[in-house]
């Protein structure tokens, strides 16, 4: 990654730090100094520690890393050792450019140009403070010379303060193999169901949820606070990762299935075909709530 400077935000009580160089990750987001994301650990630019990184030019899992479309068969390189599937894309692991900034709004972008992989693409973020909220847009354009599968997304983490629960509407969920593939969409079953409001220390998941329409409510009542995350309709599955034991989890809007790629003939998986010089492009929103 290339040296660059934060990209710092402010409106009224919302700060927003960005770190072009890592990734185009954000580091922290915060509420009158009240961390509504996890905030960044240790000064390395580290997407993983950061408080919330973009997905592209895919979310989740690709199995092993490849897949097949329009009868060419393609490997992917696998991005996250000693995970065995190709996940979340690369956009987080390259640098982007800042290219615009005042004091309450930036875009950055980022080019992806390897003819190593077949993913050939120029991506954007434009992140917008306004009254209680942050807007992310992120859209990706293929730039490459066949039409390829896309999706975008985001990866918030969030702090796990004791009590926290979580609420969102969801219709089902993609059940997964022994290595965290998603291979069926079920009904959402009464251990992943959070449409009412449950405690966060009640489940583990990793797991993407389809249906996704309004929001994801986090409440941490301790600390009389609370997060609404949101997603426009492009942005309408969701990724939940509540790990054993950890003092995080993640509430991930994004585009599409898990493996997407290697589920030809459905039409509930939510992918995206981009011709030469198509654009897919979703924004999620980040409101800050006050808990009586």
Known sequence: MIDAPLVTLRHGNLELVVDPAGGGAIR?????????????????????????????????RIQHGRFSFEGQDYQLPLNFLPEPHAIHGDGWMGSWTVASQDETS????????????????????RFRLMEGTLRVEIGVRNTGERAMPFGI?????????????IQAEVDSVWLTDATKVSTERVPVPPWADFREE?????????????????????????????LRIAGDPVLNHLIVYIPRGEDHFCVEPISH???????????????????????????????????N
Not at 48 to 60: K, M, N, Q, R
Not at 110 to 121: G, I, L, M, N, Q
Not at 155 to 160: A, E, G, K, M
Not at 278 to 291: K, Q
Request: charged share 20%; no cysteine.
């Open 153 to 165: 997304g985001h990866h918030p983490y969030l702090d796990r303060h004791s009590g926290a629960t």
């Open 106 to 125: 930036a875009a950055m972008v980022f080019h992806h140009e390897h003819r190593w992989v077949p993913f050939r693409y120029r991506a954007w973020q």
């Open 198 to 226: 449950r405690k966060v220390e009640e489940m583990v998941l990793d797991h993407i949820f389809a249906g996704f329409t309004g929001a994801a409510t986090i409440r941490w009542p301790n600390e009389r606070r609370g």
């Open 28 to 60: 922290s987001f915060r509420d009158d100094g009240f961390d509504l994301l996890r905030a960044s650990r240790g000064d390395l630019r580290d997407p993983i520690a950061y408080a919330s990184f973009p997905l592209v030019p895919f979310a989740g």
């Open 257 to 291: 299935a898990g493996n997407a790629v290697n589920m030809p003939g459905r039409d509930d998986t939510g992918a995206h075909i981009l011709a030469p010089g198509e654009e897919l492009a979703g924004t999620m929103t980040l409101t800050s709530l006050a808990l």
